[in-house]
């Protein structure tokens, strides 16, 4: 899935309805704002993984060294922490 992807759907499974959206790139129109909307921001991201509790942790291999990873629950894992937490996000409201 593309960066601009997992924005779109992340602002669907907050409850902004597709209707209401309009994109350009990373920019979205949602009720007559201009809204800078990334996952990748940890202005947008952080206050979602709060509201959600998706907080992350550093994933470790047999003998405790971290590989790079980030894990929210145990089947969600990507890169970055910031992606992780998107990723439960719109996981957690397919449900």
Not at 36 to 61: C, L, Q, T
């Amino acid at each position: 899935m593309t960066d601009l992807e997992i924005n779109i759907k992340l602002a669907e499974a907050i409850g902004w309805s597709e209707g209401h959206i309009k994109r350009i790139d990373y920019c979205f129109v949602w009720r007559g704002c201009w809204l800078m909307f990334s996952y990748r921001d940890w202005n947008v991201i952080g206050p979602i993984a709060e509201r959600y509790n998706v907080f992350p942790y550093a994933h470790k291999i047999d003998g405790g060294k971290r590989d790079g990873k980030w894990v929210v629950w145990p089947d969600i894992m990507e890169d970055t922490p910031q992606k992780a937490m998107a990723m439960a996000v719109i996981a957690r409201s397919k449900k």
